[in-house]
C-alpha cells in the first residue's frame, strides 16, 4: 500500500495538509515504501535491472537502503571505472565545490577545464586531436560532432554502423541502429542517415569463426556501395563508428577495418567520428582503443569513464578544423562542469599514479581465461557460441535460435533449440546472488564491465557468482 502523499487540492501532505510555515515530514518510512514510491512516480520509460534504492558505493561494491550489497559488475554502464566513491576523485569534487561549481562556459574559463585538456594532451592517440570541447553526456558528445562535421564539410550526409548506439537525443538516436526500442514512435528521424554492416559476424550471417580479413572485406564493400548508390561522397560529411560496438554486442572492430575507413574518409574529405564514450579511457587496456590500430580520428568522443561518475563528455578534435566554427555555435550551460572538470583531473591522475592500464591487462587475462575456460567445459559448451572483446569490455553470447550464423559453422556448438532469455536468466541469477551484470544487444549475450581497477580477489567472486548462476540455469533447463 503506498502511502498517501498528495491532498486531493495536489498539495503535498505530511500528516495533513503542509500549512505556511510548516516544515514537511515525510511519510515514506521504510526503504520498502521508498522503493514502492519511485515505482509510482518515476516514469515507466526508465528500465531497471535490480529493485531497490541504491544508497551508498565503495570500491567494486554497491549497497542499497535496505542493507543488500553487491558487487558490482556494471559501474554503472561503463562509468565509475575507479570504483565507486574514489577517494582522490571524491576529495577533488568536493574541493571544487568549495571553490567554485559553475562557470558557464560562455562568460569565462576555468582552470579544471584548462587543467584537464592540460593532463588529456599526452593521451590522445594522435598528436593532431589538440581541440577540445566538454559537454556532460556522451548523447551530447555524438550531436556536437554531428554539427561540427556537417558545418565543417559543408555536407549533411552520416554514414554509422548496424548495431551502433550513440545515444537517445535526437541526432545520437538517428545513427543508433542498436535496438528499435530507442526510437520507436518517433520518427521523423533526423534526415541524412544511412549505415553500413559492422564486422560482426552476425550482421553478415556468418559463422562466428569467419576471419576478420573476410568481415573487413564485405563490410568495406559495402561502404563502395553505399558511397556509390545511396550517399555521394561529396554529399557525406562523416563516418561515426564505435571502435568497439557496445551495446551491439561488444564487438572489437579489426585494425584492417579502422584503415579501410580512414583511407575512404582520407579519399573524399570525409570525417572520421570515433566515438570512445564506452570504450574509451581504459576500458580496452589501452587509454583509447583505436590505438591499437594507429588510426587517426579527425573527431574523437569520450564520456563515462572520463569523470568516473561526474557528468562529462568530451569532443576533441583538430585546431585546424574547430578554427573554423563560428564562436558561440558551440555550448551549453552545464558545458564542461567546473565540478566535473575537477573530477576528471583526478582521474587522469589516478591512472598514472595507480597503474590503471596495468590492472586491467592483468584483471583481462583473468577473466578471458575463466570465460575460455567455461566455452571448453564439457556441460556448458554446447550453449557457449562467442566469448569477445578486450581488456574489460567483455562479453559471453549463447547459442540461440537467434543465432543462425552458427549454422554454417563446424566449429561452433549446435544448441540452436535453446530459447531466447538465457542471458536475462543468468544475469537475474547473478543479481540475486549479489551481482551486477547487464546484457547487451538483441542476441543472448552477457557483457562484464567491472571496474578497472579491481582486485584479483574481486574478480574472481565474480567470475564465480557467474558460474554458479549460470550452472543454475543450465540445470533448470534451456
Ligand atoms: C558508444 C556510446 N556512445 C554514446 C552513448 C550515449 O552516452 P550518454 O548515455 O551519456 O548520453 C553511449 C552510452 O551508453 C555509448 O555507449
Avoid at 410 to 416: G, M, N, V
Wanted: glycine share 8%; hydrophobic share 40%.
Amino acid at each position: 500500500m503506498l502511502p498517501k502523499l498528495f491532498h486531493s487540492s495536489g498539495r503535498l501532505l505530511g500528516r495533513s495538509v503542509i500549512r505556511p510555515g510548516e516544515r514537511y515530514v515525510s511519510s515514506i518510512s521504510s526503504p520498502a515504501s521508498l522503493n514502492d514510491f519511485g515505482k509510482q512516480h518515476v516514469t515507466k520509460g526508465l528500465a531497471r535491472i535490480s529493485d531497490g534504492v541504491m544508497a551508498r558505493g565503495q570500491g567494486s561494491y554497491v549497497e542499497y537502503l535496505d542493507g543488500k550489497k553487491m558487487l558490482d559488475f556494471t559501474c554503472g554502464i561503463g562509468v565509475t571505472n575507479l570504483g565507486h566513491s574514489h577517494p582522490k576523485v571524491s576529495k577533488a569534487a568536493a574541493e571544487q565545490c568549495m571553490n567554485i561549481t559553475h562557470v558557464q562556459c560562455s562568460i569565462a574559463f576555468h582552470e579544471p577545464y584548462l587543467r584537464l585538456i592540460e593532463k588529456l594532451l599526452p593521451e590522445m592517440p594522435h598528436r593532431s586531436l589538440d581541440s577540445f570541447f566538454f559537454w556532460n553526456s556522451g548523447s551530447e558528445a555524438v550531436e556536437a560532432a554531428i554539427k561540427m562535421a556537417r558545418v565543417l564539410t559543408g555536407r549533411q550526409n552520416i554514414i554509422t554502423m548496424q548495431g551502433a548506439y550513440h545515444g537517445r537525443t535526437f541526432g545520437a538516436m538517428a545513427v543508433t541502429k542498436s535496438k528499435t526500442v530507442y526510437s520507436d514512435g518517433v520518427a521523423p528521424l533526423m534526415p541524412g542517415v544511412f549505415s553500413i554492416p559492422y564486422p560482426f559476424w552476425h550482421q553478415l550471417r556468418l559463422p562466428p569463426s569467419t576471419p576478420s580479413s573476410v568481415l573487413t572485406d564485405e563490410c568495406l564493400y559495402q561502404l563502395h556501395l553505399l558511397l556509390s548508390q545511396q550517399t555521394s561522397p561529396k554529399d557525406t560529411a562523416a563516418i561515426i563508428i564505435e571502435p568497439v560496438l557496445g551495446e551491439g554486442g561488444y564487438v572489437p572492430a579489426p585494425k584492417e577495418f579502422l584503415e579501410g575507413l580512414r583511407a575512404v574518409c582520407d579519399q573524399h574529405g570525409i570525417l572520421l567520428i570515433v566515438d570512445e564514450v564506452q570504450s574509451g579511457f581504459g576500458r580496452t587496456g589501452e587509454m583509447f582503443f583505436i590505438e591499437e590500430s594507429g588510426v587517426r580520428p579527425d573527431i574523437l568522443l569520450m564520456a563515462k569513464g572520463l569523470a568516473n561518475g561526474f557528468p562529462l563528455s568530451g569532443v576533441v578534435s583538430r585546431k585546424e578544423l574547430t578554427d573554423k566554427l563560428a564562436p558561440g555555435s558551440m555550448g551549453g550551460t552545464y558545458a564542461g562542469n567546473a565540478v566535473s572538470c575537477a573530477a576528471a583531473c583526478a582521474v587522469v591522475d589516478a591512472f598514472r599514479e595507480e597503474n590503471i592500464l596495468q590492472n586491467v591487462k592483468a584483471r583481462s587475462q583473468e577473466l578471458f581465461a575463466f570465460l575460455n575456460d567455461l566455452k571448453q567445459d564439457q556441460t556448458l559448451a554446447q550453449y557457449i557460441l562467442d566469448v569477445r572483446g578486450r581488456g574489460l569490455m567483455a562479453a559471453m553470447e549463447f547459442a540461440s535460435s537467434e543465432a543462425p550464423g552458427a549454422e554454417f559453422d563446424p566449429a561452433t556448438p549446435k544448441a540452436l533449440t535453446v530459447k531466447k532469455g538465457i542471458a536475462s536468466r543468468v544475469a537475474k541469477k547473478c543479481i540475486e546472488k549479489g551481482m551486477l551484470l547487464l546484457t547487451t544487444s538483441v542476441y543472448e549475450v552477457i557483457r562484464f564491465i567491472p571496474p578497472l581497477n579491481i582486485s584479483q580477489e574481486d574478480m574472481k567472486k565474480g567470475c564465480e557468482i557467474f558460474e554458479e548462476s549460470l550452472r543454475e540455469v543450465v540445470r533448470e533447463g534451456i
